[in-house]
């Protein structure tokens, strides 16, 4: 190619001018087709992709509802405090950040170590609390040395305080920081929404079962922010509504009452309005304090807590199932009544054992108690009556009259984690073992079912349940522990209940017989002495349930390590002819029930019903006759 | 008196290329008071910096130019071996030399040094232009090319081997061997892209799809679309567009800059930039076609392309069509450098076109 003439030359040169002239303004044109697609066909889709990039929305958490008892004593509330809070993705060096702030304000090992945890389980891009509960002094002084510490920073937070400490722990639960089931339970009510920013979750007891009502409505602040994520100014706010109130049946200061009655033992009471299913204190001992879970409870303590041979984390109350021992009498002495088997006056000779095939079941008396009609055989309580009534009920009489009383069946109680104990019967032995010659019911394990014992457990709240509807005649109530719940901005309340689950079919007659009987146990049988000069006329029944079977030996209480030792049960009424308080007390391995768990009962009831604060732990009677 | 002395100051002016690069010196002054309002008084001083330095270009004839071309040249290549040999790093590329009293990026004077460079050589072959006169300017070009590609720096590697091209393509570069060199560039692509730095494939491939990466790579041109998209056609108005004064959009002030204009007046802020880039490049590309000398023709006509180039690649990426590669938005974008070299282009369309009636020799 060569330019030989100028002329030529510039044509040439211009034709390629005209070229780059048109391919500058295809290109040109493609820019602008560019233009039209993204700002006219694609303007909605990038103006709301500009709008979610500018604003965020803001959770405001809502104040937790509180948990008050029945005469308005508050159990559960919340307290607002600063707390160190570090967030972990703006910081560089953690443990560098951890060791400098150590120097201005008490960090101690156990803080860092719960730290540690918290991190563990955090989600990205949240800030964790290194310290909570700052004084004033910590706070000057860490906003003195701020600017060392990017990523760090001070926050009023709300925090959950239990005032009574280890008071009705097991009752009222904890609220902790939520974990993946907590989130699946969110997910299963559609509350994600709700508890964007949310950071505790009810675990155990009433704060669990009553989490969505405690929780309240999560407001929102809309805040225009920038690209590195700090807010510019509010948009608009809606404001967070505080979660509902409870009320509950409970009376704290009877709790209190209980619970000092227990001492250092272990065990269950649960008493109960007989005329509603309120529940007046639901114990478990040993309890805890749950002030140790709100801020997420350091290993330590947590070791402790579950390492313990005391098991202080299982609410005995409701998860504990226990034969029932002799205060299964008085239901099998009804169910004689109802079913026709025997008359009140109707007696035997108790020789002190029952021999059925080549088996001797013996009574607790040596020697037997002699003639004993119905009244002495729960006065008195004669195993021997009851092997033979036993006998003559046959297991599924037993297990059908049982059942109407709640038995072996879960109460519904509005607390979490109940069990549902074991009402034996031939269709729960098929039911409960896989090889066939385990499933058959020999007529022979029917003898101690009689007594309470064999393969009868029962939970401390499903005794209550019972004799609470005993003691109403047969109307029975479902148990529970809200009273009330308080719209906390309408201020309407919504009751729960009272409504009588059913009413067993009972002759009345027959029933005045059991009460009478049960009268007699407090006056001039086994309970006498825990209610020597009562003010007042209670019913009971003691009962002792055996741990460990003792084979062809005398068992003797001094004798038998502590954890082999029977468990000591009672249940009562009070007042006898118009009930106020019905209850169940179970003391692990306390030895005999008359001795162990009808004084705690006796307080409860002096406390209840007069008004007389107790002056120490109950303390254990000498034994009377039998259990 | 002072009439006369304003008559001589304004003489090697050319009236509508001026009034073309001040309209979009006002837009730039407008757009950046919006996206950074406190970079306006260091831009008014490179502004006023390049403004001279034009107005001293334009005054030289051409001839002048041809004078310098050849030692510039070589002075830009040595600079660049030093650079290579020498240089500073900076966010992991050697484009920098270190002078003591101040840093120079070689790499940006050849953007004018390379198509005098070419422009000259061609003059000199005139008028019998041979084949192989255009492998002697390609190998002219490929070494500087080369070594900035080396740094790595691709914008303005793009932008040198642009403004060779050009020059070459304007001296007759036959349509058979720019075919065949599409063809061979299609197929050593792939070469190409096993020669290329990590980053500059994570560019490409963010290109083609952006959301794959969008805090990494890919939040460049994510934030730049959206910021255009939700500018609909009339924008949000000045200083109101909310990607640019939250800071989505990175590099606002400069590379950037025109996601920040598109989303504060809209597609018919675009299409006027569109057109005053259009007739400032109808202007040059004009100038060229009456230029005396070959030299002045493709020395014209090849800054008028680079012109469209800064503009063309500028926008493609801004806007999601091209990769990312480190080009300006001209005249728009903050920063003196860029501003210089190209009012130092428009100073060289000024004089070709004062000396237009002038024949050589």
């Known amino acids: 190619m060569e330019f030989a003439n100028p002329q030529e030359g510039l044509e040439k040169f211009r034709s390629r001018l005209g070229v780059a002239a048109g391919f500058v303004l295809f290109c040109f044109f493609l820019l602008f087709a560019r233009f039209v697609w993204l700002q006219i066909f694609q303007y909605s889709y990038y103006k709301t992709r500009a709008e979610e990039n500018r604003i965020s929305l803001v959770p405001i958490v809502p104040n937790r509802g509180l948990i008050v008892d029945r005469n308005g004593v508050v159990m559960a509330r919340n307290y607002s405090a600063y707390t160190l809070e570090i967030t972990p993705s703006k910081v560089g060096d953690l443990e560098e950040t951890i060791d400098g702030l150590a120097k201005i304000i008490d960090i101690q090992a156990k803080d860092r170590k719960r730290f540690k945890r918290l991190l563990e389980e955090s989600k990205n891009f949240e800030s964790l609390p290194i310290r909570n509960r700052l004084t004033d002094e910590e706070v000057a002084k860490f906003i003195a040395h701020r600017y060392r510490f990017p990523g760090v920073d001070i926050k009023a937070r709300l925090f959950r305080q239990y005032p009574f400490g280890d008071l009705a722990s097991h009752m009222l639960g904890y609220i902790g920081r939520i974990d993946t089931r907590d989130e699946d339970k969110i997910s299963d009510q559609e509350q994600d929404d709700n508890y964007r920013g949310t950071d505790h979750f009810g675990k155990r007891g009433i704060e669990q079962h009553y989490e969505f009502q405690l929780h309240g409505i999560t407001g929102f602040e809309q805040m225009e922010v920038d690209a590195g994520g700090r807010a510019v100014r509010t948009l608009a706010r809606t404001a967070p509504v505080a979660g509902n109130n409870l009320t509950l049946t409970i009376d704290a200061k009877l709790q209190g009452v209980v619970e000092k009655a227990f001492g250092d033992r272990r065990g269950a009471l649960v008493a109960i309005e007989p005329s509603t299913g309120g529940i007046l204190a639901l114990v478990s001992m040993p309890n805890f304090d749950p002030n140790l879970f709100v801020d997420g409870i350091d290993t330590q303590s947590w070791q402790e807590l579950n390492d313990s041979p005391d098991k202080p984390m299982i609410n005995r109350a409701v998860y504990g199932a226990y034969p029932p021992g002799s205060t299964f009498k008085p239901y099998m002495a009804l169910a004689a009544l109802e079913y026709g088997k025997r008359k009140p006056e109707q007696g035997i000779n108790d020789p002190g054992f029952f021999n059925f095939g080549n088996h001797q079941f013996r009574d607790d008396k040596k020697g037997g108690h002699g003639y004993v009609d119905m009244y002495a055989s729960i006065v008195a309580s004669c195993d021997t009556y009851y092997y033979m009534l036993a006998n003559d009920l046959g297991i599924d009489n037993i297990a059908k009259f049982m059942a109407q009383f709640g038995f072996g069946q879960r109460t519904g109680v509005d607390i979490p984690g109940e069990a549902e104990g074991v009402l034996p019967s031939e269709e729960w032995k098929k039911r409960r073992f896989k090889k066939p010659e385990q499933q058959k019911w020999y007529a022979g394990e029917t003898i101690s079912i009689g007594i309470g014992q064999g393969y009868n457990a029962y939970t401390p709240i499903q005794l209550a349940q019972a004799v609470a509807t005993l003691a109403n005649n047969g109307v029975m109530y479902r148990p529970h522990l809200v009273k009330y719940i308080t719209d906390t901005r309408s201020g309407t309340q919504t009751m729960i209940e009272p409504q009588p689950v059913k009413a067993i079919p009972l002759k009345q007659e027959n029933i005045d017989v059991i009460k009478h009987a049960m009268v007699g146990v407090n006056k001039e049988g086994t309970g006498a002495r825990a209610f020597a000069g009562a003010e007042y006329v209670s019913a009971g029944k003691t009962g002792t349930a055996q741990v460990f079977s003792l084979k062809g030996s005398n068992y003797k209480e001094g004798g038998t390590k502590k954890e082999l030792r029977d468990h000591a049960l009672f249940i009562a009424f009070a007042p006898a002819d118009n009930p106020k308080i019905a209850l169940a007390v179970l003391v692990e391995n306390g030895g005999f029930g008359a001795a162990a768990a009808a004084p705690i009962a006796r307080q409860v009831f002096d406390y209840y019903l007069l008004g007389k604060m107790p002056k120490g732990p109950a303390g254990e009677t000498e034994a009377g006759d039998g259990d | ?361």
């Open chain 2, 1 to 361: 008196m002072l009439r006369q002395l304003w008559y001589r100051l304004i003489s090697p002016i050319d009236p509508p290329l001026m009034a073309l690069a001040g309209a979009l010196l006002f837009v730039a002054l407008l757009v950046l008071a919006s996206a950074s309002p406190e970079r306006l008084p260091s831009q008014l001083i490179n502004i006023t910096a390049a403004l001279v330095i034009m107005r001293l270009v334009a005054q030289s004839p051409p001839q002048r130019l041809m004078h310098i071309a050849l030692p510039l040249y070589l002075f830009g290549v040595l600079l660049l071996i030093a650079v290579a040999l020498f240089g500073d790093i900076s966010k992991g590329a050697r484009r920098w030399l270190n002078l003591g009293f101040m840093r120079i990026q070689p790499s940006e004077l050849m953007k004018i040094a390379m198509p005098l460079m070419l422009a000259w050589y061609f003059q000199k072959r005139e008028p019998l232009i041979r084949f192989r006169d255009y492998g002697i300017a390609a190998l002219l070009l490929l070494v500087p090319v080369a070594l900035i590609a080396k740094q790595p720096d691709l914008g303005t590697a793009i932008l040198v081997l642009a403004a060779g091209f050009y020059v070459i393509f304007f001296a007759g570069l036959p349509w058979k061997v720019m075919i065949g060199l599409a063809i061979a560039a299609a197929a050593a692509a792939p070469l190409a892209w096993s020669k290329m730095h990590d980053y500059q494939r994570a560019r490409i491939m963010t290109l083609f799809d952006p959301e794959s990466d969008p805090l990494g790579k890919g939040f460049h041109i994510i934030q730049s679309t959206i910021a255009i998209g939700s500018g609909g056609i009339f924008g949000k108005g000045w200083g109101q567009g909310t990607q640019a004064q939250l800071e989505f959009i990175p590099e606002r002030h400069t590379d950037f800059i025109f996601a920040v204009m598109s989303e504060e007046f809209g597609l018919i802020g675009n299409l006027v930039l569109l057109v005053i880039y259009a007739m400032l490049i109808a202007r040059g590309l004009m100038i060229a076609g009456n230029a005396p000398t070959l030299f002045t023709r493709l020395l014209a006509g090849a800054i008028t392309l680079i012109f469209f180039t800064y503009a063309f690649v500028n926008m493609g990426m801004v806007s999601g069509i091209l990769p990312v590669v480190g080009v300006p938005l001209p005249f728009i974008s903050y920063g003196g450098t860029a501003l210089v070299t190209l009012f130092f282009g428009i100073g060289i369309l000024m004089s070709v076109h004062k000396n237009r009636m002038l024949v050589q020799k």
